[in-house]
């Protein structure tokens, strides 16, 4: 096995980017939490009032051999809208915008070319407004955050807005789904 490495990525709500990322190939590792604001150890409450400055975010832990830096970023930008500022569908506040904060050079590399192809070839429509940040005041969220999909798949939230986002991953990264 290849060196592990780390990224995060903020795609609105981490119940639904957690939900995708579990089942791709080569993730050994997804974890709900906060990034990028100013708190240590933010609550999930403190959050989501918009002013610690703090992004929903999903850390993975992920083998390079088996699934690239690229391949999981475009699995990010095929389940999240990267045009939204400050929100995802009803989700709206700076706690749901898109992020890519970049644990290595090659990571910050690989996002911004991505993202200049992507609004180069007018991808979307609109352009893309996901940053681009070197990962910053990390912290794990609360537990009952942490694998909430698996545990509440008929939970309201997870069946409108989670399970859409896992079906569209399996239908267009059928080839890096792990079951």
């Known amino acids: 096995m290849s060196q592990l490495q780390v990224i995060v990525l903020g795609g609105g709500c981490f119940w639904c980017t957690e939900a995708v990322y579990v089942k791709v190939r080569g993730v050994t590792d997804v974890e709900s939490g906060y990034c990028n604001g100013q708190l240590e150890r933010p609550s999930y409450e403190l959050v989501c009032t918009g002013t610690t400055g703090h992004n929903e975010v999903v850390k993975l832990t992920y083998d390079p051999a088996q699934v690239s830096t ?105 080839n890096l789904c792990r079951d």
């Not at 991505?114 to 352009?127: H, S, Y």
């Not at 070197?134 to 989670?162: I, R």
């Open 70 to 174: 690229r391949q999981l970023l475009e699995i990010f930008f095929v389940v999240h809208d990267p045009t939204q500022l400050n929100r995802q569908g009803n989700d709206v506040g700076t706690q749901y915008r898109s992020g890519i904060y970049f644990t290595t050079p090659e990571q910050q590399q690989v996002a911004d070319d991505l993202i200049r192809e992507m609004n180069q070839d007018k991808l979307f429509g609109a352009p893309v407004v996901t940053e681009v940040l070197p990962l910053a005041n990390y912290w794990p969220a609360e537990d009952y955050h942490q694998d909430f999909f698996e545990k509440n798949p008929y939970q309201g939230y997870c069946m409108a807005v989670a399970a859409p986002k896992v079906a569209k991953f399996r239908k267009t990264f059928a």
